[in-house]
């Protein structure tokens, strides 16, 4: 069965460009979460979905950034007028609806802003 | 806010040897989950162990266990018989079973498997 998938696997961004990143979760997954792995570092939760609904986006580190999950499968993570700080790998996972559920990680975009 | 420290950035143990790997967590909660997870180079990142916080039970999985010590708020990993597929960042990760769904990590441990 298919994983989670991220697309595209790099990109690279000069700055002030906006750049968007996708994630497909594995089919019937309720829970959608986005993370931001700055290198040698854990992952940091930026927000989370639940079908449609974003739930949570406490982790969004500005206003430049803006998630979305309009019918509950695909998600779009969007990043307006990239900064150099914004250069991480941004991590999407899935899963079953409860807290107990593992959640599966999707290999992540490696975004680098020049 | 939970936080979770890993205080060894990073770890070597032997090919067939055995290595622990330390993780501490602050809550003020009483219902969670704690979890291991692996990233290897290749950076998909792989649940190993979970444990919920109201069994006393220790969890294993094959050649992986942990000892959860949740008056001491620790929850170290154990490795034996180690192998060189083993060679992976390690992440200890704490998640809500109250509302919350967001998984909490830190900062992760490299391990290395010597042959």
């Known amino acids: 069965g298919a994983g989670v998938s991220q697309s595209p696997r790099y990109k690279v961004a000069k700055r002030g460009q906006d750049v968007a990143l996708r994630c497909d979760p594995i089919?019937?997954?309720?829970?959608l979460f986005w993370y931001q792995q700055a290198l040698g570092q854990g992952p940091e939760f930026l927000t989370y979905?639940?079908?449609?609904?974003?739930?949570?986006k406490s982790g969004l580190p500005s206003d430049r950034f803006f998630a979305e999950r309009p019918e509950g499968s695909v998600s779009t993570l969007k990043i307006q007028r990239t900064q150099q700080e914004d250069s991480a790998v941004y991590l999407c996972?899935?899963?079953?609806?409860?807290?107990?559920?593992?959640?599966?990680f999707g290999p992540g975009t490696r975004l680098t802003v020049l | 806010a939970q936080t979770v420290t890993q205080s060894q950035p990073e770890m070597s143990v032997q090919e067939a040897e055995t290595v622990t790997l330390s993780c501490t967590y602050d809550?003020?909660?009483?219902?969670?989950?704690l979890f291991w997870y692996k990233q290897p180079p290749s950076r998909q990142m792989i649940l190993v162990i979970r444990?919920?916080?109201?069994?006393?039970q220790n969890a294993t999985e094959n050649r992986f266990s942990v000892n959860f010590q949740k008056a001491a708020k620790s929850f170290s990993l154990k490795i034996s018989d180690s192998q060189l597929g083993d060679a992976a960042m390690y992440f200890c990760?704490?998640?809500?079973?109250?509302?919350?769904?967001?998984?909490?990590f830190g900062a992760g441990t490299i391990l290395r498997v010597k042959s």
């Open positions: 996972a899935s899963s079953l609806a409860t807290s107990y559920n593992e959640q599966f």
């Open positions: 089919s019937g997954h309720v829970s």
């Open positions: 979905f639940q079908n449609e609904a974003q739930l949570d």
């Open positions: 809550t003020s909660e009483s219902d969670y989950y």
């Open positions: 444990q919920e916080a109201y069994k006393q």
């Open positions: 990760a704490y998640r809500s079973a109250n509302g919350g769904n967001k998984l909490v």
